[in-house]
């Protein structure tokens, strides 16, 4: 599935936060989208999902929707999002009770979700009793149930730890790897960009503009390598240079007002 | 004291001795020295031919028990038995006709019996299970029933005044019949439907006024000015209106348990948190299925906050409501008209009566509370 972004202005009464975005999004691509705070990545996040209506602009999909799909544009929350009265089981399912699937169609989909993201053995555990990653492993085989066109992911590791992250980004190759999701992946740790991502948007301080659109060239599969460490330190140090002067500008300001 | 000499991490006088023990022992040995009450005029000492001494003894021995044994549990049972023992002292002592109100060598005894039994309770308070959960509320309550069953009958309160729980248990024996009529009345027809109501259409009215937002600014000052309003000044008018049975003491109960139940609810629906709601609006759901599978299980413990409210509202409106007119049944009547026949003793088993009940509701709606949101981050696993 693409998405096509033309001309994007938000505003929230006075304040502009995402100011004259054009952004195209190929099948399967993943885009990392990084910026200072308050630069208005999450709105752009919500805009690309449906839950905010932008002020101006137009905002398109496009594209085929695969086998069994049943809500084509899907979310991963930062603070994962799962409902604490509700098993690991349930909460998976939650996003398959409104749709009219076989009992036995349900219970392979949760089983496929629980199965991939190794949590066979936590399916009657509430979400209280697991730990920061496992939660996320919820949430990301929750978004999985649905057989998803497009994720969105907003800062889906910042609520982690260090070694959970290095985890879960493994996760989310192994994912990318099967499956040619596209996806929209909005970060501020420049490391899961560079992992994960085939092209890298920097926005600007607030309002949000486009400041530069960077490609990593290096496929995926081989980031890991020594070969590819030079084009990525490059790139990275690249990323790194915009992303500190919007960040610092960002802090002038907000100490200013 | 060897104990202090060899072992080098109890250096301090403080942690060197029992002193908790030595608090215990003064008062105790200074009630040796005082009588335990009078017989016929005349004060009567600790070895005046009662069986007192057999009592002391078994005390002490109880409380060496205590300090020898090898684990600190075990030692708070065997206290345990000398507090029991002790606070046995005076009924034995009243069976044999003495008068205790001057017997202040008995008093000092009880006091020193009370700070054992702190001890005790600090000990069990300690210990993980029934026993922390059941037994040490327990034996509190059971304390507090014996304490006013001696002070009341040791200085021998006009029963007009306080009676004693024994004699209150026994007018609830008596009157069995007829209280349990006046719970018919009062509980299970008035309160049960009032309370029905009153929590039904606030909780009803609340989910109208958080979809149509000036219902809920309207409403809630409203609330204030209700929960304000005394029910003795309800209670008659809604006799008027709906007359001497049930309906206007249900009436009542709406009137006091509706706003409770609405700002709790409006409170509970507005608990969601925005990124769920996201979720929710994500997966394409409408606001009925997001008020179902999302708002209101989030609502659950502001709701039970309201229920558990409202329990003990609905029967006291409804008690204070029969005092202005019912059938002749009901625990409000029988409270009013046994007051007036200085018939006491029925007036007090009516309140335990209704003291029971009301606790009774709130622990079934606590525990219910326990069963469907052991997912809250308050209900902490022990």
């Known amino acids: 599935m693409r998405l096509l972004v033309s001309d994007l202005t938000h505003r929230y009464d006075d304040l502009t936060v995402l100011d004259g975005i054009d952004l195209t999004l190929a099948e399967g691509e993943i885009l990392a989208v990084i910026g200072p705070s308050g630069c208005g990545k999450s709105t752009l996040l919500g805009i690309a999902g449906g839950i905010v209506a932008p002020t101006s602009g137009s905002i398109r999909v496009e594209g085929e929707v695969p086998d069994g799909c049943l809500n084509p544009i899907t979310f991963i929350f930062q603070d994962f999002a799962l409902l604490p009265w509700r098993t690991v089981e349930d909460n998976i399912a939650l996003v398959l009770e409104h749709h009219r699937l076989s009992t036995a169609e349900r219970r392979e989909r949760v089983d496929s979700g629980l199965r991939r993201m190794g949590l066979s053995e936590f399916r009657n555990a509430l979400p209280k009793q697991l730990s920061g990653g496992m939660r996320q492993r919820v949430g990301i085989a929750r978004a999985l149930a649905v057989r998803p066109a497009m994720l969105l992911l907003d800062e889906p590791l910042s609520a982690l730890d260090a070694q959970t992250r290095e985890l879960l980004m493994d996760d989310f190759l192994e994912l990318w790897r099967r499956e040619k999701t596209t996806a929209l992946y909005v970060t501020h740790n420049l490391d899961e960009a560079l992992r994960l991502a085939d092209r890298v948007c920097v926005l600007s301080r607030r309002p949000g503009r486009i400041r530069e659109l960077v490609t990593i060239e290096e496929p995926r599969e081989r980031r890991q390598e020594p070969s590819a460490q030079a084009h990525l330190a490059e790139v990275r140090d690249r990323l790194w240079h915009l992303m500190k002067a919007e960040a610092q500008m960002a802090d002038r300001e907000i100490a200013r007002a | ?382």
Request: hydrophobic share 55%.
């Open chain 2, 1 to 382: 004291m060897s104990e202090a000499m060899t072992n080098p991490y109890r250096t301090s006088l403080r942690s060197a001795a029992d002193w908790g023990l030595v608090a215990v022992a003064l008062p105790a040995l200074a009630a040796l020295a005082l009588p335990l009450g009078s017989q016929d005029g005349a004060p009567v000492g600790w070895f005046g031919g009662t069986m007192a001494p057999l009592f002391l003894i078994g005390v002490v021995l109880a409380v060496i028990a205590g300090r020898s044994a090898p684990k600190r549990v075990w030692g708070a049972w065997a206290e345990l038995a000398g507090v029991t023992l002790a606070w046995l002292l005076p009924f034995h002592l009243l069976e044999e006709g003495m008068d205790l109100s001057a017997g202040w060598g008995l008093w000092l005894f009880l006091v020193a019996a009370t700070l054992l039994l702190w001890r005790v309770m600090g000990v069990l308070a300690g210990v993980p299970g029934w026993t922390r959960s059941v037994i040490v509320p327990g034996l509190f309550g059971l304390g507090l029933l014996v304490g006013w069953e001696v002070l009341v009958r040791g200085f021998q309160v006009p029963a007009i005044l306080l009676p004693p729980p024994s004699r209150i248990a026994a007018a609830l024996g008596a009157n069995a019949p007829v209280l349990w009529d006046d719970f018919r009345q009062t509980v299970l027809t008035s309160v049960l439907r009032g309370y029905v109501m009153g929590c039904g259409a606030g909780f009803l009215v609340a989910i109208l006024a958080d979809r149509v937002p000036f219902l809920a600014r309207g409403l809630l000052p409203l609330g204030n000015l209700a929960s304000a309003i005394p029910v003795v000044g309800i209670a008659p008018i809604m006799v008027m209106w709906f007359g001497f049975d049930w309906q206007s003491k249900a009436a009542v109960i709406v009137v006091m348990t509706f706003f409770p139940m609405l700002i709790n609810t409006l409170a509970g629906l507005g608990n969601s948190e925005r990124i769920q709601l996201d979720l929710m609006r994500s997966y394409g759901a409408g606001y009925g299925r997001t008020l179902v599978k999302l708002r209101l299980p989030s609502a659950l413990p502001f709701l039970f906050n309201g229920l558990k409210i409202n329990s003990t509202l609905a029967l006291i409106g409804a008690i204070v409501a029969e005092f202005f007119g019912t059938p002749v049944v009901g625990m409000g009547f029988r409270i009013s008209t046994e007051v007036a026949r200085m018939n006491l003793d029925i007036v007090w088993a009516t309140i335990a009566v209704a003291a029971l009940t009301g606790s009774g509701l709130y622990g079934a709606l606590a525990l219910l509370e326990r069963l469907t949101t052991a997912w809250h981050p308050s209900m902490r696993r022990r």
